[in-house]
């Protein structure tokens, strides 16, 4: 791992208030702790975001139980490796059933996916998400999410509540998030972007994290573009933003309180 750090001078103001301490500046080991954190928090999110994306391959407008059965179809078309069941307008899907099940040329998954069509209005569409151990051997997840949309508009509403465990040290988070994700101009095969908010509880204790614009490609270890701002268990605000070095390396910068600034190249896997 390359890492750059840099601070800036800034000459520490007395307080006329007795007692009174200035906050302190972002640390070394506290940069590395939000980066570690948003780290896993994006592979996870993509994963999952990766199985939301398969189960929009349906006809808006008619029955549950028929986009159900055209989902059925697609994934029995894609995927000979998974185990589909469907009853009424749920299907359920073992990925990895029956044999290794790629997502696509770098990655392999496993894991138990339900998915419940619930409505399918040409003016709304709900599908409900259920993962179990969903994993690409990288990262493990589990839990629920709400997806909504419409025919006339291409992004897509996901409300989530996810546990999340990094296979290589079992570092683990549980969190929640409300998002809005858009295809990017290449198109949902390249990649999307992303605004909302997302908090969890981590190694550390609770993060927030609030997202301005990220621009999130599949086989990148964090997006490429866009800002966020992370209220961090340690009672500083961090600025963060991303830059593409080469294919799938990504520099990370952290601004902290009173300018402290680390700068980290995170490459996939």
Known sequence: MTIRKSFSLVPVLVCSLAGCQPQQGLT??????????????????ALTSKSVEITTHFTIGGA???????????????WACA????????????????????????????????????????????VDHQWTNLSNGVVEVSGTAEVTWSQADPSRRVQ?????????????????????????????????SEDGSRSWDGKSGHWNLS?????????????????????????????????????????????GPRGGTFSYTVTSG
């Open 160 to 192: 989530h509540d996810l546990t999340w465990t990094r296979l290589s040290d079992h570092r683990t988070g549980v969190g929640k998030g409300d998002i809005v994700q858009r295809p990017l101009a290449a198109g949902i095969a390249e990649g999307f």
């Open 83 to 126: 185990d589909v069941q469907l009853s009424g307008h749920t299907l359920t899907v073992q990925y990895g059933a029956h044999g290794d099940c790629p997502f696509n040329s770098y990655e392999k998954i496993t894991g138990t996916h339900t998915v419940t069509i619930t409505k399918n209005d040409q003016a709304q569409v709900i």
């Open 64 to 78: 549950v139980e028929q986009a159900a059965d055209e989902l059925r179809q697609f994934y029995q078309s894609q």
């Open 211 to 255: 997202i301005d614009a990220l621009e999130v490609h599949w086989e990148d270890p964090l997006p490429r573009a866009g800002t966020l701002t992370l209220d961090t268990p340690f009672d500083k605000t961090v600025s963060v933003s991303f830059e593409p070095v080469s294919a799938g390396k990504i520099r990370v910068t952290l601004v």
């Open 28 to 45: 070394a080991e506290e940069a590395s702790q939000a980066k570690e954190e948003m780290q896993i928090g994006t592979e996870s999110q």
